[in-house]
């Protein structure tokens, strides 16, 4: 099959911009003057593409303004002036501007932030003349399909304008006079769950008592060496300086007033098949290996009227918004924790998180010339010894103002009732009072005015039915039970405990566990890819939407989930608008 020229794909993408996008199509700049073009190859120093020529000669760029000419998220086709200014920065950031340019600007990225921009190779070899794209100029990257010419370039922007295709992963349309690009991505299907995996593995157990090799061994049962003339014994001593003292226990840990220990537990977000007592060598082993699927590990117990947790490993969670809510409603709760350099005394009672002013916060300098990460405390070295002053001196303050006399030391050796959590779901945001008049290129603002809220709420659930089905929700008994009940205008609960809010905690955990396994750089105990990660993510942001839809007014909610789909077609709204 032939590739058409450069002048027969510009003369089919002409078209169909006067046809459908006429706004757009006035943005197009007239042909460039060959001498214009002549002189910019003098100035760089490089002959350009043959197809590059061509395509200036059609058209020389685009009119910056509303309703431009983009190339998806790629931007505005360069003129022969931005080609200049853009390759003479780039060449003088990174020395390419002695032997001339090796790449020639074919796009000008987006305006509205960091993106890619599209390139055109041009050094001599076989990957002259290709398509290629660099992140902010520099990083290279292929676009999702990859022209080995601009020719192959345009015929396929001609062929996706005409037909409707996928084009640099998306999709053209036309509104309001505007060629508008729809975002084209598929979720994974079935990818690689970090939890269940998790499911498979038992539990480790304590570490067995370490064998204590003597320096000088006994060696009762082994002939002496013979005693010949000149005969020498030469022995070795190990020396070295002792290492330091340990560093005290300094866990975060909270408190709450006339609750049992299951009872806190239970609010933290326990997983009930790995509640157990546990010593906290016994904790901080579970919590640091595959069983755990680094969802945090917390131990409980009880101390004069008050029930305390503490976290033995995992994220941070007692100063959680969500977490603070949930353990104070009906008492009162003080937290403690110890976060790097900052130590902090936080309160809530009866489900109000007190003021940010309330809470006491100490900040220390790291020591100098101090080298260590999160291990760095276990072999002894205090990096910030201020905020190890600071828990203790916080100590006395929880004796002093609460009554409360804990001692970490003392609690370590101990067993408590301890277990892993799911933790809880974030508060959702507070709704805005005007929502976001576009969603992209949709204009929501003229749709939400145009239509009757229960028709309007209708739509929206179909949209949201699809976004579940894009990111493959659905299949979940919860979510499909949740949808069909929205669907036939019945309420929908969705509280942490509720079956509904455990299947968000889970998806919310999966994606924690999917990043953290993905830093392991394939030497965790599974093998998590980006695409798992990436269907993940999409999943927990659907399930999100949905929390959304069920929480908030309808408006923010539609803004969430218009975002969240990953082919949303502006007739589709439409279409469900008339179906309500």
Same mark, same amino acid.
């Given at each position: 099959?032939?590739?058409?020229?450069?002048?027969?794909?510009?003369?089919?993408?002409?078209?169909?911009?006067?046809?459908?996008?006429?706004?757009?199509?006035?943005?197009?700049?007239?042909?460039?003057?060959?001498?214009?073009?002549?002189?910019?190859?003098?100035?760089?120093?490089?002959?350009?593409?043959?197809?590059?020529?061509?395509?200036?000669?059609?058209?020389?760029?685009?009119?910056?303004?509303?309703?431009?000419?983009?190339?998806?998220?790629?931007?505005?086709?360069?003129?022969?002036?931005?080609?200049?200014?853009?390759?003479?920065?780039?060449?003088?950031?990174?020395?390419?501007?002695?032997?001339?340019?090796?790449?020639?600007?074919?796009?000008?990225?987006?305006?509205?932030?960091?993106?890619?921009?599209?390139?055109?190779?041009?050094?001599?070899?076989? @990957?002259?003349?290709?398509?290629?794209?660099?992140?902010?100029?520099?990083?290279?990257?292929?676009?999702?399909?990859?022209?080995?010419?601009?020719?192959?370039?345009?015929?396929?922007?001609?062929?996706?304008?005409?037909?409707? &295709?996928?084009?640099?992963?998306?999709?053209?349309?036309?509104?309001?006079?505007?060629?508008?690009?729809?975002?084209?991505?598929?979720?994974?299907?079935?990818?690689?769950?970090?939890?269940?995996?998790?499911?498979?593995?038992?539990?480790?157990?304590?570490?067995?008592?370490?064998?204590?090799?003597?320096?000088?061994?006994?060696?009762?049962?082994?002939?002496? +060496?013979?005693?010949?003339?000149?005969?020498?014994?030469?022995?070795?001593?190990?020396?070295?300086?002792?290492?330091?003292?340990?560093?005290?226990?300094?866990?975060?840990?909270?408190?709450?007033?006339?609750?049992?220990?299951?009872?806190?537990?239970?609010?933290?977000?326990?997983?009930?098949?790995?509640?157990?007592?546990?010593?906290?060598?016994?904790?901080?082993?579970?919590?640091?290996?595959?069983?755990?699927?680094?969802?945090?590990?917390?131990?409980?117990?009880?101390?004069?009227?008050?029930?305390?947790?503490?976290?033995?490993?995992?994220?941070?969670?007692?100063?959680?918004?969500?977490?603070?809510?949930?353990?104070?409603?009906?008492?009162?709760?003080?937290?403690?924790?110890?976060?790097?350099?900052?130590?902090?005394?936080?309160?809530?009672?009866?489900?109000?998180?007190?003021?940010?002013?309330?809470?006491?916060?100490?900040?220390?300098?790291?020591?100098? @010339?101090?080298?260590?990460?999160?291990?760095?405390?276990?072999?002894?070295?205090?990096?910030?010894?201020?905020?190890?002053?600071?828990?203790?001196?916080?100590? !006395?303050?929880?004796?002093?103002?609460?009554?409360?006399?804990?001692?970490?030391?003392?609690?370590?050796?101990?067993?408590?009732?301890?277990?892993?959590?799911?933790?809880?779901?974030?508060?959702?945001?507070?709704?805005?009072?005007?929502?976001?008049?576009?969603?992209?290129?949709?204009?929501?603002?003229?749709?939400?005015?145009?239509?009757?809220?229960?028709?309007?709420?209708?739509?929206?659930?179909?949209?949201?039915?699809?976004?579940?089905?894009?990111?493959?929700?659905? !299949?979940? +008994?919860?979510?499909?039970?949740?949808?069909?009940?929205?669907?036939?205008?019945?309420?929908?609960?969705?509280?942490?405990?509720?079956?509904?809010?455990?299947?968000?905690?889970?998806?919310?955990?999966?994606? @924690?566990?999917?990043?953290?396994?993905?830093?392991?750089?394939?030497?965790?105990?599974?093998?998590?890819?980006?695409?798992?990660?990436?269907?993940?993510?999409?999943?927990? @942001?659907?399930?999100?939407?949905?929390?959304?839809?069920?929480?908030?007014?309808?408006?923010?909610?539609?803004?969430?989930?218009?975002?969240?789909?990953?082919? &949303?077609?502006?007739?589709?709204?439409?279409?469900?608008?008339?179906?309500?």
């Amino acid at each position: 099959m032939s590739i058409p020229a450069v002048e027969e794909s510009w003369a089919r993408v002409d078209a169909w911009l006067a046809r459908h996008a006429p706004r757009t199509h006035a943005t197009l700049r007239p042909p460039a003057p060959r001498a214009g073009i002549e002189a910019a190859e003098r100035t760089l120093g490089v002959p350009f593409p043959p197809d590059l020529v061509a395509s200036l000669r059609c058209h020389d760029g685009v009119e910056l303004g509303d309703g431009a000419m983009e190339l998806a998220s790629y931007g505005a086709l360069c003129a022969v002036a931005d080609i200049v200014r853009s390759a003479t920065l780039l060449g003088g950031v990174t020395e390419e501007a002695e032997e001339g340019a090796e790449r020639l600007p074919l796009t000008r990225g987006s305006a509205r932030g960091a993106s890619d921009a599209l390139f055109l190779a041009c050094r001599p070899g076989p @990957h002259h003349g290709r398509v290629v794209g660099y992140f902010d100029g520099f990083v290279p990257c292929l676009p999702p399909s990859p022209s080995p010419s601009l020719r192959h370039f345009l015929a396929d922007l001609a062929e996706a304008l005409n037909g409707g &295709f996928p084009f640099l992963g998306h999709t053209p349309s036309a509104e309001d006079g505007r060629l508008v690009w729809e975002t084209e991505r598929t979720v994974p299907a079935d990818p690689v769950s970090p939890l269940t995996h998790a499911g498979t593995l038992a539990e480790p157990e304590s570490d067995p008592p370490a064998l204590r090799r003597p320096v000088f061994p006994d060696d009762a049962g082994t002939p002496p +060496p013979s005693q010949g003339s000149g005969t020498q014994r030469l022995s070795f001593v190990r020396t070295g300086r002792s290492r330091p003292a340990p560093l005290p226990d300094q866990p975060d840990v909270v408190f709450a007033a006339g609750l049992t220990p299951d009872e806190m537990l239970r609010r933290l977000g326990a997983v009930p098949g790995t509640v157990r007592p546990r010593d906290r060598r016994q904790a901080q082993r579970a919590v640091e290996s595959a069983w755990a699927a680094h969802r945090p590990l917390v131990r409980a117990g009880e101390r004069g009227g008050w029930a305390f947790a503490t976290l033995e490993g995992g994220a941070a969670q007692f100063a959680r918004p969500a977490v603070l809510r949930a353990l104070s409603a009906g008492t009162r709760v003080v937290v403690l924790t110890r976060q790097g350099p900052e130590v902090a005394l936080t309160f809530a009672e009866d489900g109000v998180p007190c003021p940010q002013e309330r809470t006491r916060r100490v900040m220390s300098p790291r020591k100098p @010339h101090t080298a260590g990460g999160s291990w760095a405390r276990r072999l002894g070295v205090d990096l910030w010894p201020g905020s190890t002053a600071a828990y203790t001196r916080f100590l !006395a303050v929880l004796e002093q103002e609460f009554g409360i006399i804990y001692d970490p030391a003392e609690e370590g050796p101990t067993e408590l009732t301890g277990a892993l959590l799911l933790p809880l779901l974030d508060d959702l945001p507070e709704a805005e009072d005007e929502p976001p008049a576009r969603v992209g290129d949709f204009d929501l603002a003229r749709l939400v005015e145009s239509t009757p809220p229960q028709r309007l709420r209708v739509a929206v659930a179909a949209q949201l039915s699809r976004l579940a089905s894009e990111t493959g929700i659905d !299949a979940y +008994p919860e979510v499909a039970e949740a949808l069909d009940r929205i669907h036939r205008g019945l309420p929908v609960r969705c509280d942490q405990g509720d079956p509904l809010g455990v299947r968000m905690r889970t998806l919310t955990a999966e994606v @924690h566990a999917a990043r953290e396994l993905l830093r392991d750089d394939g030497t965790g105990p599974v093998s998590v890819s980006g695409e798992d990660l990436t269907a993940w993510v999409a999943r927990d @942001h659907a399930a999100h939407a949905l929390r959304e839809f069920v929480r908030l007014p309808l408006l923010a909610a539609a803004a969430t989930i218009l975002q969240q789909r990953a082919s &949303f077609r502006r007739d589709e709204g439409a279409e469900d608008v008339r179906e309500a």
